[in-house]
């Protein structure tokens, strides 16, 4: 296995150097790629929002008010159908998802019927009218009575139709925000993703995105005075609105509409005239034009109103008639309200309100510092990797340094020619596998030392340790694998981007450790002529160590069950501290644009808003304050308010760095979400060992896995650290890194079965943990220097997520060691249990040392 022909060392290193090309970008300015033919590569990975500031903004159609805009035109369509045959008819009403009339004449039903066939025609759905349904069906419930109820496809239609055009509506208005590479897509049945990278003004984005935009030009009824209409009721077919004003002016407003914004060809910010103030000049279409002239040459004298979303913007006098089919819009107007206005018309209205149910915003100046933490994390874990492997390893720690610098490389080629997004969750990823791309690494290196100490020459240990480390390294990274690929179709947000690194990782891990290094190991053979392995420097574990683990169980057994049962007594007492992610609310962090923030005086200026629920508390620095707010029990909207309402008594003194909202509905889904995740990842994994080894060992891997999770849930709940979505991550990445420690254990037992049938099987896991212990050590060393240092210099937003991932590799380690393999004794596990056929080596039990 050691040798290489031309053409595979070719292949090998034209692989390193297209990570080497792909990555460079990302490092280097850009200038040193202006040069370059346009296929080579210079464009870098996409940054998060999390990481160059900008805004994610999650939006929910309101599908009640299209049901109910639904029922009134098919109200006001019956009623126009039963006059025009002149069908007499009573109780025209609309409920629930229907519309219900009452013929007078019942021999008029059947006439009533034919008239309004029209309604229940089918529908053309689907691409180049593939398809068809009927959003109507017509039912006589009891005699003299007809019923047309909404079909629930027809509902769905038109809600999908919605969803459409507001994307279309939504991707108009932010383009002419003249922002770059925004992200607008659907999500699900009734929902719209936006994302804004580099946006400075997130406040102005929702204001955008949140009105629907619905303009319309309706005459002001002066037949009664405005007050009789407030306090009584208004005269028939008219509505009181008030207009944008502080204090906001009534009007009497006749609901038949003149003009809509479906009529305008252009709308542009201006100013006027004679007065220079700011207005939004307006041009209709020509049937626009022509109802307009029509309707102001008749009603000279009269007021009209300029009605936007139920808000009357002005009320002018019709002075002349307005025939070019033109005019302006005047108002209480700024520079950039004005232009925002603008924006909106040209756009087109939106087919009905959309809720913000979920928005994470960071500003700019917050981005830049977490690049630069995650940069700092980053190198300073590295070189604390290089140095641990180089000391451990010597030479070979030299050629996994090489490995691990290459793997890097790939890696960020990777994301960088997928077009990936790096957020800082995957900062995270790429620092954890630089502490886990060594554990390939050490599974080779003490293969290798333990074939030499069995006697064999150099190359046949160096040949014997890759093929046989080669089952054990895809059983470990398989398991974390899993993980990570169910965390990316059940995460969300940056999660996924964690969950896309460490899937990435793990496969160039894999090419670097066995391939690369490989390569490397083979040419030191073929050059060198060693007549022995290289010195390691620092020997962390002696050689031939025999402790008795197993005879420790009843202990460690004992002390697992209490700690077991403490995590879940004080789970079942303690209230855990979770995120807004799951309990919905606000998160807003803040700096002082002056000195140290004021956290009593923070305090003070909040409690007049009446928020419920507020903590106030350091974070990080001195002039940096997290604000976090309970939900607020009134719906997704009122959660925006907050926001609001705090920006409002704030931003004077404070800069707004990062705001997370999460209204009741997507709180739910996350919270559902991450159960489900973890109990389908700890499924498949269980799956996946039960088909690799046996039954005893897929049982017993999950238990010692399940050992973990309830222990890390312990460390949240005692320690009070916020559970959040990147907890759900942490977990996960633990659940992959413990079951990759168990399963590098259990594979040396079931070789170990293989071999020594008779001995017992105490004897048997103590020989197996013992032979994995220095690698268990070596891999754990490793991590935890990447994770101490992401810790230390990742920045505050990322540091519970790695305080749990350090406690996750403590507790996986004393779990691979201490409950994982005595779970094999407890399930009665015999060493004649597995059958290797005619493969099998002969029990070899008398020429081993007895270990423990």
Request: charged letters at 20%; one cysteine or more.
């Amino acid at each position: 296995m050691l040798h290489f022909s031309r053409l595979q060392t070719f292949f090998i290193w034209l692989v390193v150097a297209l990570g080497v090309l792909y990555a460079a970008p990302n490092v280097l300015p850009q200038s040193y790629f202006v040069p370059l033919p346009s296929w080579a590569p210079s464009q870098p990975m996409t940054l998060g929002l999390d990481l160059q500031g900008g805004s994610h903004i999650l939006l929910q159609l309101d599908r009640q008010e299209l049901i109910d805009e639904r029922l009134t035109t098919v109200r006001d369509e019956t009623r126009r159908l039963l006059r025009a045959e002149r069908i007499g008819y009573t109780g025209l009403a609309a409920s629930d998802q229907s519309v219900r009339v009452r013929i007078r004449d019942t021999e008029q039903v059947d006439a009533a019927r034919e008239a309004l066939d029209e309604l229940i025609q089918p529908v053309t759905s689907g691409a180049f009218g593939a398809g068809s349904l009927r959003e109507i069906q017509l039912e006589e419930p009891e005699p003299g009575v007809l019923r047309l109820n909404l079909t629930q496809e027809g509902i769905e239609y038109r809600l999908s139709s919605a969803l459409t055009q507001s994307i279309e509506v939504i991707s108009r208005r932010v383009n002419e925000l003249g922002t770059t590479e925004p992200v607008i897509q659907r999500q699900g049945d009734d929902r719209i993703l936006v994302q804004v990278p580099g946006l400075d003004d997130p406040e102005r984005l929702k204001d955008l995105l949140g009105q629907t935009a619905r303009l319309t030009f309706q005459m002001v009824d002066q037949s009664v005075p405005v007050e009789e209409a407030v306090d009584g009721r208004p005269p028939a077919g008219t509505s009181v609105m008030y207009s944008m004003d502080e204090p906001a002016v009534p009007y009497v407003i006749e609901d038949r509409v003149i003009v809509s914004g479906e009529n305008l060809v252009d709308a542009q910010a201006t100013f006027d005239q004679r007065t220079n103030e700011p207005v939004v000049s307006f041009r209709f279409d020509t049937q626009g034009a022509t109802r307009f002239g029509r309707t102001t040459q008749e009603n000279v004298g009269r007021l009209f109103a300029i009605v936007l979303d139920g808000q009357v913007i002005s009320a002018p006098q019709i002075r002349e008639p307005i025939l070019g089919g033109s005019g302006q819009i005047s108002g209480s107007f700024t520079v950039q309200t004005a232009n925002d206005l603008a924006v909106l018309l040209r756009a087109g209205a939106l087919p009905a309100s959309l809720t913000v149910i979920e928005e994470r915003t960071v500003g700019p100046g917050l981005g830049q510092d977490s690049i630069d933490a995650g940069t700092t994390a980053s190198i300073i874990g590295a070189l604390l990797v290089v140095g641990f492997m180089i000391a451990a390893y010597g030479l070979f720690g030299v050629f996994a340094v090489i490995a691990l610098t290459a793997n890097i490389c790939i890696i960020i080629a990777v994301l960088s020619g997928l077009g990936a997004t790096l957020t800082l969750p995957g900062i995270a990823g790429i620092v954890l596998t630089m502490g886990m791309a060594v554990d390939s690494n050490v599974l080779v290196f003490e293969r290798i030392r333990e074939e030499r100490a069995a006697g064999r020459s150099i190359i046949h240990s160096a040949d014997g340790g890759f093929s046989k480390a080669l089952s054990t390294i895809v059983d470990a990274n398989l398991t974390t694998l899993i993980a990570a690929i169910i965390l990316f179709y059940l995460g969300s947000g940056p999660i996924r981007g964690f969950a896309i690194t460490l899937a990435i990782g793990i496969v160039t891990t894999v090419f670097s450790a066995y391939t690369l290094t490989r390569w490397m190991v083979a040419e030191w053979v073929r050059r060198s002529r060693p007549k022995e392995l290289p010195r390691m420097p620092l020997q962390f574990i002696p050689v031939d160590t025999a402790v008795k683990f197993m005879w420790l169980r009843r202990m460690t057994f004992s002390l697992s069950a209490l700690a077991l049962v403490a995590c879940i007594g004080a789970f079942a007492t303690i209230n855990m501290n979770y995120g807004i992610d799951f309990r919905g609310g606000s998160a807003i962090e803040v700096q002082s644009l002056e000195g140290n923030a004021g956290i009593a005086d923070i305090r003070s200026r909040l409690s007049g808003l009446d928020l419920g629920d507020v903590q106030v508390q350091e974070f990080g620095d001195p002039r940096e304050v997290l604000i976090r707010v309970q939900a607020q029990g009134g719906g997704d909207t009122a959660e925006q308010q907050v926001v609001n309402s705090v920006r409002s008594v704030l931003e004077s003194d404070y800069e707004f760095r990062r705001v997370e909202v999460v209204g009741p509905t997507i709180s739910a889904e996350l919270a559902r979400a991450g159960t489900i995740a973890v109990l389908v990842a700890l499924f498949a994994i269980l799956v996946y060992i039960w088909l690799r080894f046996e039954w005893q060992f897929a049982i017993g891997a999950i238990l010692a896995t399940l050992h973990d999770v309830i222990m890390t849930i312990g460390f949240f709940v005692i320690t009070g650290i916020e559970f959040n979505l990147s907890s759900i991550a942490a977990i996960l990445t633990i659940v992959g890194y413990s079951l990759n420690d168990t399963v590098v254990v259990y594979d040396r037992v079931r070789e170990n079965l293989r071999r020594f049938k008779k001995m017992p099987l105490p004897q048997l896991l103590d020989l197996s943990v013992n032979q994995m212990l220095p690698r268990t050590v070596m891999t754990s060393i490793t991590t935890l220097l990447a994770l101490v240092a992401l810790y230390a210099f990742g920045g505050e937003v990322i540091r519970s997520f790695t305080a749990a991932m350090i406690f996750g590799v403590v507790i996986g380690t004393y779990s691979s060691i201490f409950v994982a393999g005595p779970l094999l004794i407890l399930f009665r596990m015999r060493p004649g249990a597995l059958t290797g056929g005619e493969t099998q080596e002969k029990d070899t039990t008398d020429q081993v040392p007895a270990k423990g």
